[in-house]
């Protein structure tokens, strides 16, 4: 297999990932065999928060193995002292640092994160870099020792900066997926999606499909429209770069298309919308997916509403802490995230869930997230900036 034969198959598994949960771990393998190192992790989470940052999603691998362990112990015993993670805001996204260079040289003798958990991880000279997210969240992509005799190479960095975009795309995406509940749906099932504005193009980048969402956008003309099966934005110099993504994600002779997302201007709308296109391939369980080239799904910051835990606690006689973690549920995160996010342990999370249970006559995870999403009815939500 040449270099750029495993580039795109990487690529191939990491899109294919994105939308089915399944196949993460052969697509962190990939990741690990291209870039030549025994593993990496990855996190997304909110930087703005005060103290530490709001952790929405964390895995670790090694090798061809998802390190769940390694997520727990880190978690639970370094999080809150890692003194590299506050200075990690500091690193400009895009740019690769070395992971000893956010400790001192005392640190380096004395620090836990950096002598017992980097040394059982095999990432004392492994590398960092951030990237940017939805929603002003950031991405950390955290690159474990190379496992080249001699260290780092330089092709071993330039494909570590190659393959950057496509991870910073492929937990882009997962999220989006994720809030909407669809991760591991069929195409077919993606159109009845209502969280988000979804349109389906063929393999030559016309329109085939939309749901309802994204019909309604393009019925407006809302930034975006319909020319003639085609996808255009209305202003020009966004069209000229949405015709590009799309050519780069629905290329010729063949070869792995590339995803990418950009900004679409609304008239009369304070926020721009976001695209965010992927290719599809891999799907060939689905009687849809000879045909559709490519997912083009649309994000509206100002939509993405916010249910308020102050008023679950009120509307639904929950604690503080009960409506915390009841509201997390319900925007579509795991036990393992809302414990992460809350700084709380698993056991806390799931006595919390009980007790909401059993106040409101409930039975399961389900109908407790539908309560709380019922609450944006009464206009009880906060808009997300």
């Known amino acids: 297999m040449t270099p750029q034969d495993r580039f795109e198959r990487t690529l191939a598994l990491l899109y294919s ?4 949960d399944a196949k993460w771990v052969s697509a962190a393998a990939a990741v690990n065999d291209l870039t030549r190192t025994s593993g990496h992790s990855l996190g ?5 928060r005060k103290g530490e940052p709001e952790v929405f999603l964390a895995r670790c691998f090694s090798g061809r193995q998802r390190r769940k362990d390694w997520e727990d112990l880190y978690f639970d015993r370094y999080w809150g002292r890692d003194e590299a993670m506050p200075r990690l805001r500091t690193l400009p996204p895009g740019e690769l640092a070395h992971q000893a260079d956010f400790y001192t040289d005392e ?3 004395t620090s836990p994160a950096y002598n017992d958990f980097r040394r059982v991880t095999r990432s004392q000279d492994g590398l960092f870099m951030l990237l940017d997210g939805l929603d002003g969240c950031g991405i950390l992509w955290s690159v474990s020792d190379s496992a080249q005799p001699g260290g780092w190479g330089y092709d071993q960095i330039r494909d570590i900066r190659r393959l950057a975009p496509h991870i910073r795309h492929f937990v882009r995406v997962r999220r989006l997926m994720a809030d909407a509940e669809a991760l591991g749906a069929s ?6 999606n209502r969280q988000s504005g979804i349109i389906q193009l063929d393999r030559r980048g016309r329109i085939l499909e939309a ?5 309604a956008l393009l019925l407006r003309g809302d930034g975006l429209r319909d020319k003639k099966g085609s996808l255009t934005a209305e202003v020009p110099a966004e069209d000229v770069e949405l015709q590009r ?3 780069a994600v629905l290329p010729l002779y063949g070869t792995q298309g590339a995803g990418g997302s950009m900004k679409i201007t609304r008239p009369g709308a304070g926020t721009p919308l976001v695209l965010e296109i992927h290719p599809v391939g891999g799907m060939r369980t689905d009687y849809r997916a000879w045909k559709v080239g490519a997912l083009v799904l649309i994000v509206d910051p100002a939509s ?8 679950a606690a009120a509307a639904l006689g929950l604690t503080p802490a009960e409506s915390r973690v009841a509201v997390a549920l319900a925007a579509g995160r795991t036990v393992a995230e809302i414990s992460r996010a809350l700084g709380v342990a698993e056991g806390t999370v799931r006595v919390h869930l009980k007790h909401s249970y059993r106040k409101l006559g409930i039975t399961g995870q389900t109908e407790l997230a539908r309560r709380i999403l019922s609450l944006e009815a009464i206009g009880g939500s906060s808009r997300s900036p």
């Not at 195409?187 to 009845?192: G, M, N, R, S, V």
């Not at 749901?211 to 019909?215: I, L, T």
């Not at 993405?304 to 008023?311: E, F, K, V």
Request: aromatic share 2%; no cysteine.
């Open 17 to 20: 990932a994105a939308l089915a």
């Open 44 to 48: 997304y989470g909110d930087p703005r």
């Open 107 to 109: 640190e380096k003798k």
């Open 187 to 192: 195409l077919a099932e993606l159109l009845e």
């Open 211 to 215: 749901n309802d969402q994204a019909r």
């Open 245 to 247: 993504l799309l050519a």
């Open 304 to 311: 993405r509403s916010r249910i308020d835990p102050a008023l």
